[in-house]
């Protein structure tokens, strides 16, 4: 609560206002009671209609100043608990841009919806129900209780004893709640999985008619919510009638001993009202607190999952550059690589090669060789478990990650496009990008005269995920994207698969020609054969590194390879021959 408690404090002038209007609202609901019975009393039974007129009119006022307080509060609560939300979920945004990769594994994508979006209506539903009506529940029970002794002891005694024994049960369905509320997140998180993989391959569903599977899919993620939601409910729900119940009880007790005093002229008529009145407001009380101990339920097992999130470490962005960036050689340092999920089994053993500035090398190796780990390591996504990988002979640990990411261009194995049109993409690779930059970005990546060709030119909408666009065009245009950037160095993960022969070689022999250091890895020995280097790769380790011709000469690993891929066909992929 401490985090949240941190983004209220931006608030506390409107908290604070929206507090003390409740606490009016509170004032006059205690006083009500009080003023009835004393105008049954001195008014009604002595038949003064000054003493009604007097009292009642006071009465009236002070209603007209609970209604003004509780419009006020509601615009004062509105701010407070829309601002933290909105800043909750902004800093939740911006904290899941900067995670390590290894952070982004320990969230699936769908808790991760759950929590910026349920999880945070779940905190804003808590923070305004909190600064409206949560406080006065309570307090009015409490100090509801002392009014009543003081307008009548003996009578308010009953409440006394009542009163503590439902607040105590209430407590124990409390904590409670916030276990099974947890517990209903989690499964909101199963479902959301399950939606989000069915919509994004919707296609691949109808296609191999797996409609009936999803469904069964679904309704094994949605069964278990369903059970959860209710058992939680349940639980919350039973609280009221168990408290109606027992309120009722004291009061029929109330009235029972009150006839006594009344008879024995102990008591007023309007005390016996007054207590009366207290008791079932309180009664009311206890069912708004039953409903706000559901909210909050909710509400907390919701902060947890927020605070988990906002106390993640910083990563990426908290760390600072010692040494300037500068472009020259890359060189991988006996470099070694484990995922955080497998470390008995390194992606990487003890790699070392150097690539010099402009040239382009090309990484073969079959499904699980450790090509695109070695590609993640060059723009920090991952760090080396041992060894160091150095830039103009400066150890990328002591540079500005954002510095490096911003002289790397990547273009990934799946080439992903986002909402928007043709132009949005590819400046998305680069703000201050020109008319001239598009162009040129666009002939080197062969993917301008289709643009040109297009109704809207590069204002053409984009559907989601390009789903308006080919494999080889979504390629190209990744491909643009990246050299928008200028970077110093090109990644290309096997980014031109969808490419027929020709306008793969066009490509190659264009990006051969920029100044960029470029790796490019790929399953075709035709891909890449013209590169200045090859680096081979095998299971993690290097198996080879050299020119075409010199692999061919002298390495077994490689001849084997490419005699597969000769009497296959050059089509044939790594792993398919190896």
Request: one cysteine or more.
């Amino acid at each position: 609560m401490k985090t949240i408690a941190s983004y209220i404090k931006v608030y506390k002038g409107s908290a604070i206002i929206a507090l003390l209007l409740m606490v009016v609202e509170l004032i006059v609901e205690l006083l009500q009671p009080l003023i009835m019975g004393i105008i049954i009393d001195r008014g009604v039974l002595k038949q003064d209609l000054s003493a009604v007129a007097g009292w009642g009119g006071l009465l009236l006022g002070l209603s007209l100043l609970a209604f003004t307080a509780g419009i006020t509060n509601s615009f004062f609560a509105a701010n407070v608990s829309q601002g933290v939300a909105h800043n909750v979920r902004k800093d939740m945004f911006q904290r899941i841009q900067y995670f390590f990769p290894t952070q982004l594994q320990t969230y699936s994508l769908s808790t991760l919806l759950t929590r910026m979006t349920s999880d945070v209506t779940q905190l804003q539903s808590l923070l305004f129900m909190a600064m409206r009506i949560m406080l006065r529940a309570p307090l009015f029970i409490l100090f509801g209780l002392v009014m009543a002794f003081v307008v009548e002891p003996d009578l308010a005694l009953i409440l006394l004893l009542v009163v503590p024994l439902l607040l105590g049960c209430m407590i124990i369905v409390m904590t409670k709640g916030v276990k099974r509320f947890r517990s209903v997140q989690v499964k909101l998180d199963q479902v959301n999985h399950v939606i989000r993989e069915n919509l994004f391959n919707m296609r691949l569903v109808k296609a191999y008619d797996r409609g009936d599977f999803e469904q069964q899919q679904f309704q094994e993620a949605n069964g278990p919510l369903r059970k959860a939601n209710t058992k939680a409910l349940r639980l919350m729900e039973t609280t009221m009638p168990m408290i109606m119940f027992g309120m009722n009880v004291s009061l029929i007790v109330i009235l029972w001993f009150g006839s006594y005093q009344l008879n024995g002229g102990g008591t007023q008529p309007g005390e016996v009202v007054s207590v009366l009145n207290y008791g079932m407001r309180i009664m009311f009380s206890f069912g708004v607190f039953s409903f706000l101990i559901m909210l909050f339920s909710r509400g907390r097992a919701s902060i947890s999952r927020i605070e988990s999130i906002l106390k993640e470490q910083k990563g990426e962005q908290g760390q600072k550059q010692t040494a300037a960036y500068q472009a020259g050689d890359v060189t991988f340092h006996n470099v070694s690589f484990s995922y955080p999920t497998r470390t008995s089994y390194p992606a990487l053993k003890n790699i070392s090669f150097t690539v010099r500035q402009g040239e382009m090398l090309g990484i073969l190796g079959e499904t699980g060789a450790g090509k695109t780990t070695l590609a993640q390591l060059i723009p920090r996504l991952y760090g080396p478990t041992s060894g160091q990988i150095t830039f103009a002979e400066t150890n990328s640990d002591e540079l500005d990650v954002t510095e490096i990411r911003d002289k790397v261009g990547v273009v990934p194995q799946e080439a992903h496009l986002f909402s928007g049109t043709v132009r949005e993409n590819l400046l998305w690779g680069n703000p201050e990008g020109t008319e001239e930059d598009l162009r040129q970005s666009t002939m080197d990546a062969g993917i301008y005269e289709f643009i040109k060709a297009l109704p809207k030119g590069f204002d053409t909408k984009i559907g989601q995920k390009g789903v308006n666009f080919s494999g080889g065009q979504k390629q190209r245009i990744c491909i643009a994207r990246a050299l928008m950037k200028k970077p110093d160095v090109l990644i290309l993960d096997d980014s031109t698969s969808a490419l027929d022969a020709k306008t793969e070689s066009e490509i190659l022999r264009k990006l051969s020609r920029l100044p960029y250091t470029v790796f490019i890895i790929a399953q075709k020995i035709s891909s890449v054969k013209e590169a200045d280097q090859l680096l081979l790769l095998h299971e993690g380790e290097v198996q080879g590194i050299g020119t075409h011709n010199e692999l061919l000469t002298n390495n077994p690993f490689y001849q084997t390879l490419y005699e597969s891929q000769q009497q296959k066909g050059a089509g044939n992929y790594v792993e398919n021959s190896y």
